[in-house]
């Protein structure tokens, strides 16, 4: 079936970095929008940034000009870069990606587990 592993999650000091990856893997005849979602302890989960098959992106407010989303199509990969971190982006970060198994088939939403993501201040 189809999977999404992130990876590159951890604790890392305010004004650091940090780069999350996500492959997916599986029976995937293409992808559409990948991106990826954040949920902090008691708040909804929320949109931090995605990016479609043409490589146009879009982000959260609190995220803009700090994270940079990007994908390979060939390895079906979908990367944040995630720079000058602050407390509040302490959060799990799932990976999503919208999959069509088959050519004749419908796209389907598919996610991660996620990874925890810790800063500190």
């Known amino acids: 079936q189809v999977k999404l592993v992130e990876s590159g999650g951890g604790l890392v000091q305010a004004g650091g970095s940090r780069r999350l990856s996500c492959v997916a893997s599986?029976?995937?005849?293409?992808?559409?929008?990948m991106g990826w979602y954040r949920q902090a302890p008691g708040e909804q989960r929320e949109l931090v940034a995605d990016?479609?098959?043409?490589?146009?992106?879009n982000y959260a407010d609190s995220v803009k000009g700090r994270f940079t989303i990007s994908r390979d199509h060939e390895r079906k990969t979908v990367s944040l870069q995630m720079n000058r971190l602050k407390p509040e982006d302490t959060a799990v970060y799932y990976c999503?990606?919208?999959?069509?198994?088959?050519?004749?088939?419908?796209?389907?939403?598919?996610w991660g587990q996620g990874t925890q993501v810790t800063v500190s201040s």
């Open positions: 999503t990606a919208d999959i069509n198994t088959s050519w004749y088939g419908s796209f389907n939403d598919y």
């Open positions: 599986g029976p995937i005849f293409s992808i559409n929008v």
């Open positions: 990016i479609n098959s043409a490589g146009a992106t």
